[in-house]
């Protein structure tokens, strides 16, 4: 979760659909000039581990847009493919 988050902020769009599941990943991953990213925080996470198959990871990312400040809460959903793991969706959460 957190390189994809620093892949954001770093506006790598090869490093997000590398670690995205090919099954949702979306044809055109766009960045937003008017954002800029303030930090990351894991609120839990759930399997992910080095037997596991799955894993989730509960987080927020705050930003800001125009000197407004906002937040992204999420669910996210991992999966091991081809022996990495890779994104696959998530749920916002308020």
């Not at 892949?7 to 000039?33: K, M, N, Q």
């Not at 669910?75 to 994104?87: D, H, K």
């Amino acid at each position: 979760m957190r390189s994809r988050y620093c892949a954001y902020v770093l506006r790598d769009a090869a490093y997000l659909r590398a670690s995205w599941h090919p099954s949702t990943c979306p044809a055109e991953i766009g960045f937003d000039d008017t954002i800029t990213w303030l930090g990351l925080k894991i609120i839990t996470t759930v399997a992910g581990g080095a037997n596991d198959e799955t894993g989730e990871v509960e987080f927020v990312a705050r930003y800001k847009i125009n000197g407004r400040a906002f937040r992204l809460h999420e669910l996210s959903r991992f999966v091991r493919y081809r022996g990495a793991w890779v994104y696959v969706d998530g749920d916002i959460r308020q």
